[in-house]
T-cell receptor, first 116, second 112 residues
Framework: EAGVAQSPRYKIIEKRQSVAFWCNPI?????LYWYQQILGQGPKLLIQ????????DSQLPKDRFSAERLKGVDSTLKIQPAKLEDSAVYLC??????????????FGSGTRLTVV | GESVGLHLPTLSVQEGDNSIINCAYS??????FIWYKQESGKGPQFIID?????DKRQGQRVTVLLNKTVKHLSLQIAATQPGDSAVYFC???????????FGSGTKLNVKP
């Protein structure tokens, strides 16, 4: 099966600019996650969707970050305005969402964001 | 989130030797643990998991050990190969399998 697709692979922007990332999960996966991975650290969950509803966005900096999954398939994550500390890899993951464990939890290759 | 950490940030081993990567977790209520491998430029890849009602689980060349008394996980890789060079993360989940807390990672360097 096809994996989790993310684009773009790399993005360089100036601080205070806006940026958007796109994720297409594995077909049939109901749960979609966005993670932020700062260099040298483990991934940190930003937001979790179940179909088109938000399950958990407690760690999403809502003053500048937003995410949507309008039709319960693709998702976009937006940052506006970006700060230097937002430089990181943004990973999307998806799972069946039926408590079958993380072997059904697949990560994309991520988008590497550099804010200058 | 919960605190999940690793003792060694970098581990260098000779090809063919066994590797042991350690991880400490802080929440005794965590009941499911995962080891992920992340190669450069790629997302984390599932390696092996273990539930809290087990203390050992074996896969192909990998073994995970869980010590709930001291809240410690380890990943053992037998006959380490150059393709094993990557960053390894442990992650814990709290009962519902849908929320993962990751440690900061250990970089494994395999010397030929």
């Amino acid at each position: 099966e096809a994996g989790v697709a993310q684009s773009p692979r790399y993005k360089i922007i100036e601080k205070r600019q806006s940026v958007a990332f796109w994720c297409n999960p594995i077909s049939g996966h109901a749960t979609l996650y966005w993670y932020q991975q700062i260099l040298g650290q483990g991934p940190k969950l930003l937001i979790q969707f179940q179909n088109n509803g938000v399950v958990d966005d407690s760690q999403l900096p809502k003053d500048r970050f937003s995410a949507e999954r309008l039709k319960g398939v693709d998702s976009t994550l937006k940052i506006q305005p970006a700060k230097l500390e937002d430089s990181a890899v943004y990973l999307c993951a998806s799972s069946l969402g039926n408590n079958r464990g993380p072997y059904g939890y697949t990560f994309g290759s991520g988008t590497r964001l550099t804010v200058v | 989130g919960e605190s999940v950490g690793l003792h060694l940030p970098t581990l260098s081993v000779q090809e063919g030797d066994n590797s042991i990567i350690n991880c400490a977790y802080s929440n005794s209520a965590s009941d499911y643990f995962i080891w992920y491998k992340q190669e450069s430029g790629k997302g984390p890849q599932f390696i092996i998991d273990i539930r809290s009602n087990m203390d050992k689980r074996q896969g192909q060349r990998v073994t995970v050990l869980l010590n709930k008394t001291v809240k410690h996980l380890s990943l053992q890789i037998a006959a380490t190969q150059p393709g094993d060079s990557a960053v390894y993360f442990c992650a814990e989940t709290l009962q519902n399998f849908n929320k993962f807390y990751f440690g900061s990672g250990t970089k494994l360097n395999v010397k030929p």
